[in-house]
T-cell receptor
Framework: RKEVEQDPGPFNVPEGATVAFNCTYS??????FFWYRQDCRKEPKLLMS???SGNEDGRFTAQLNRASQYISLLIRDSKLSDSATYLC????????????FGRGTSLIVHP | EAQVTQNPRYLITVTGKKLTVTCSQN?????MSWYRQDPGLGLRQIYY???????DKGDVPEGYKVSRKEKRNFPLILESPSPNQTSLYFC????????????FGPGTRLTVL
């Protein structure tokens, strides 16, 4: 199975900054895309699904570019509480039932 | 409260001593899976189950067994643990499959000496 690639970071930004992460995937048959957040070796939790038309949830915006096979996450007005690891997840099509997780991008928001 | 539970949360054991990590979900989800997370490698799926009595291998199934006798439970069995199975393990469930949101348990930190 093919990979999902993320820049591990860390991205070190001040409060209030805008930060963006990208995630590339190589399986063009992939069907579903997600961003999960993981705090310090705790369980991952869904941040948002990523839709073809792009979607926004408060300060968070997710985009999908199928032609270039990447998804992105934009965080505006960063808060200290946004410090975490952000996992990109790609769920396949074609009869496969195994989602692929990226290794995560670490974000550190400092005062 | 909708949740996935795992037990134990922490376990230190010795090579070769059989162990079972339990996983239970109360959301009537069909799809359940086990992952291990190791530094620098991300989450890798061990086994998954599409429904009762239906299980299949994930990316790293060697050394593990699972069973799905009831919809809510999906235990992970290590028949003869080895030190390379020292890891952080997560159970997860979703409504129907990999294309749905995964809900994770709190994790089990396993150390095999």
């Amino acid at each position: 199975r093919k990979e999902v690639e993320q820049d591990p970071g860390p991205f070190n930004v001040p409060e209030g900054a805008t930060v963006a992460f990208n995630c590339t995937y190589s399986n063009s048959a992939s069907q579903s895309f997600f961003w999960y957040r993981q705090d310090c070796r705790k369980e991952p939790k869904l941040l948002m699904s990523v839709y073809s038309s792009g979607n926004e949830d408060g300060r968070f915006t997710a985009q999908l570019n199928r032609a270039s096979q990447y998804i992105s996450l934009l965080i505006r007005d960063s808060k200290l509480s946004d410090s975490a690891t952000y996992l990109c997840v790609v769920a396949p099509g074609g009869g496969s039932y195994i989602p692929t997780f990226g290794r995560g991008t670490s974000l550190i928001v400092h005062p | 409260e909708a949740q996935v539970t795992q037990n134990p949360r922490y376990l230190i054991t010795v090579t070769g001593k059989k162990l079972t990590v339990t996983c239970s979900q109360n959301m009537n989800h069909e799809y359940m899976s086990w992952y291990r997370q190791d530094p620098g490698l991300g989450l890798r799926q061990i086994y998954y189950s599409m429904n009762v009595e239906v299980t299949d291998k994930g990316d790293v199934p060697e050394g593990y067994k699972v069973s799905r006798k009831e919809k809510r439970n999906f235990p992970l069995i290590l028949e003869s643990p080895s030190p390379n199975q020292t890891s952080l393990y997560f159970c997860a469930s979703s409504l129907r499959g990999a294309t749905d949101t995964q809900y994770f348990g709190p994790g089990t930190r396993l150390t095999v000496l």
